[in-house]
């Protein structure tokens, strides 16, 4: 994962070119912010579906996403566009990564609401809103009619996607809120590292909202988010090896700018090989 903050394009690129090229990289990520959440408050962000589908042109063979799409900047309906053209831009690499939004406990993420003359809905009505958009964005992705629902008339968009019936879905959360929706409509669930033992404890709270609904827990991959130290790559390593333990399948690695030389093969080399033996 390349979070596009302070850092350029050009840097970036670099990056997802060089994992392109090493097979031992299944997916590279970005994030979804308009503002910076870390590091000068006034520095340079990318936007992150934009960005990807111009990473979608320069890359080949990488799974690609947003780490994850904030549901609270764009219409469903807009959205489901957006993606379709990554995902045709990219012949069918796009994994599509959404969740509520920006916490309330991160009140520097708060400020691009603000910024951005969007409404900041409270928790139960923004999780609520997730359920409903992912449902609108499937029908829209698979419809072969038009269709109306909700604030919608006559909804209908082609091209498809190229992958049938649509990308796969990965949201991102840990409240059990959330969880619920990850239940209804995930193929991939991520949360990000740090106390395993919590993380353990939200894997467990997925299994029973499956259960509620008759769902097989094990039909939704489980995804972690891990930083990378460049001082102490053997921490990261052993991070991972607990993730692993913890039936955690899909690991996503967060390198921070400025990216050193061939950043992507020392990932390959020091922690992704290391950590597969």
Not at 11 to 24: K, M, Q, T
Request: net charge negative.
């Amino acid at each position: 994962m390349t979070a596009p903050m302070q850092v350029g394009y050009g840097d970036i690129l670099r990056v997802w070119e060089e994992a392109d090229a090493l097979p031992v990289i299944g997916h590279a990520w970005l994030f979804d912010h308009f503002m910076p959440i870390g590091g000068p408050p006034d520095g340079p962000v990318l936007e992150g579906w934009t960005l990807l589908s111009a990473l979608a042109a320069r890359t080949e063979r990488l799974r690609l996403g947003l780490l994850v799409t904030s549901n609270r900047f764009r219409p469903p309906a807009v959205l489901a566009k957006i993606a379709t053209t990554v995902d045709v831009v990219s012949n069918g690499r796009l994994d599509f990564g959404i969740g509520v939004g920006s916490r309330p406990s991160m009140p520097i993420a708060r400020r691009e609401y603000d910024g951005l003359g969007l409404p900041y809905d409270d928790a139960t009505t923004a999780t609520a809103n997730l359920s409903e958009a992912l449902t609108t964005i499937k029908r829209i992705w698979t419809s072969a009619e038009p269709f109306d629902a909700e604030a919608l008339k006559g909804a209908f968009q082609r091209p498809r996607p190229v992958q049938r019936p649509h990308p796969p879905i990965l949201i991102g959360g840990r409240a059990k809120a959330t969880l619920r929706v990850v239940a209804e409509h995930a193929d991939v669930w991520n949360i990000p590292g740090g106390d395993l033992a919590d993380v353990v404890e939200r894997s467990a709270m997925l299994d029973a909202c499956c259960a509620e609904i008759g769902r097989d827990p094990a039909s939704i991959v489980r995804s972690i988010h891990l930083g990378v130290s460049y001082d102490h790559p053997d921490a990261t390593r052993r991070a991972i090896g607990a993730a692993l333990d913890a039936g955690f399948r899909h690991v996503v690695l967060s390198v921070s700018p400025p990216y050193p030389e061939g950043v992507a093969r020392w990932v390959a080399d020091e922690i992704i090989t290391p950590s597969a033996g």
